[in-house]
């Protein structure tokens, strides 16, 4: 840390996080779609209870939560490790 700030090398691991947490989502995003999929070829009269808007929103909060409990257990583990010393760590 000889004059690096916290921010500083933080956040090169929290813009990674990011970026898992969106690939998470989308991933079980489209894992959920699919099912929904199947479900509907299997039982046709699924689809007229299932609404489009209600399936989007879903999935936009999937991919949002993948994002969130990446950055917030990066950024836990990250503060953590950060303000131990020197001693503390070995």
Do not use: C, K, Q
């Not at 299997?42 to 209600?54: Q, T």
Request: net charge positive.
């Amino acid at each position: 840390l000889v004059g690096a700030t916290r921010g500083f090398i933080s956040r090169p691991f929290l813009l990674r996080a990011v970026g898992y947490g969106l690939t998470g989502g989308l991933i079980a995003s489209g894992m959920l779609a699919g099912m929904l999929v199947f479900a509907t070829r299997r039982f046709p009269d699924l689809s007229s209870i299932l609404n489009p808007s209600s399936i989007a929103l879903v999935l936009a909060i999937l991919s949002l939560l993948g994002i969130f409990v990446a950055l917030y257990s990066t950024w836990r583990a990250m503060y953590h490790y950060l303000g131990l010393s020197l001693d503390e760590l070995y």
